[in-house]
């Protein structure tokens, strides 16, 4: 017969369980769908180009105002610095240099190892706007240092919250599953078997 602690243990131990592998598909969404802005720069025309995090399958959209004109898929999946030079889109991906059209073809790939210092954080248009990009909470683009010219939806900001949020509750869950369990006390160690 169990004693009254080793049931509140095993309840303990099946909540810790389910929480766990509740977070894990919420964590998988959230990584997923995690769209923060890498890089971001401006054409002639005004038009905002907004490069993604470096994921597998991540794009460039491109927005007239708030509104989404088109997007086309990155030419890297690795971390990149992006700017806009003569309506040419410039990736640098540390290896490389990519020009690109404003629809995403490329026009020419370089070895050169070009000045990036600000590319993708930064920008000064032909008017002599200055821009910037702001990633604490919620990622928005500041113009002349007071305006907010763009900003992260709200739905891609809860689930960058939350995704910041589940990692070290789901680290916390994990521990007091090994604590629940035994396998943090001093000199735990699985059982041997005879000879």
């Not at 992006?82 to 991906?93: A, F, G, P, R, V």
């Not at 020009?99 to 008017?127: C, I, M, R, Y």
């Not at 763009?150 to 891609?156: A, E, L, T, V, Y």
């Not at 521990?175 to 396998?183: E, F, H, V």
Request: proline share 3%; charged share 20%.
């Amino acid at each position: 017969m169990k004693k009254t602690g080793e049931k509140r243990s095993d309840h303990a131990l099946l909540l810790v369980l389910c929480l766990a592998f509740l977070l894990f598909p919420l964590m998988f969404y959230a990584f997923m769908t995690f769209d923060t802005i890498e890089a971001f720069a401006l054409d002639s025309t005004g038009r905002l180009y907004i490069g993604q995090r470096p994921t597998i399958g991540s794009s460039i959209r491109v927005f007239d105002g708030s509104e989404m004109l088109y997007s086309f898929r990155n030419v890297t999946e690795r971390g990149y610095k992006m700017t806009i030079q003569n309506d040419e889109l410039l990736i640098y991906t540390g290896s490389a240099l990519y020009h690109l059209d404003l629809n995403g073809n490329v026009l020419e790939k370089q070895t050169a190892h070009p000045e990036t210092s600000g590319w993708g954080k930064e920008f000064t248009d032909s008017e002599g706007n200055t821009y910037y990009l702001k990633t604490l909470g919620r990622d928005r683009i500041i113009k002349n240092g007071r305006e907010v010219f763009f900003q992260q939806s709200q739905h891609d900001w809860i689930v960058t919250f939350f995704l910041a949020l589940s990692i070290p509750v789901e680290f916390i869950l994990i521990l007091l599953l090994l604590a629940l369990t035994g396998m943090l006390k001093p000199g735990f160690a699985s059982p041997r078997k005879k000879i």
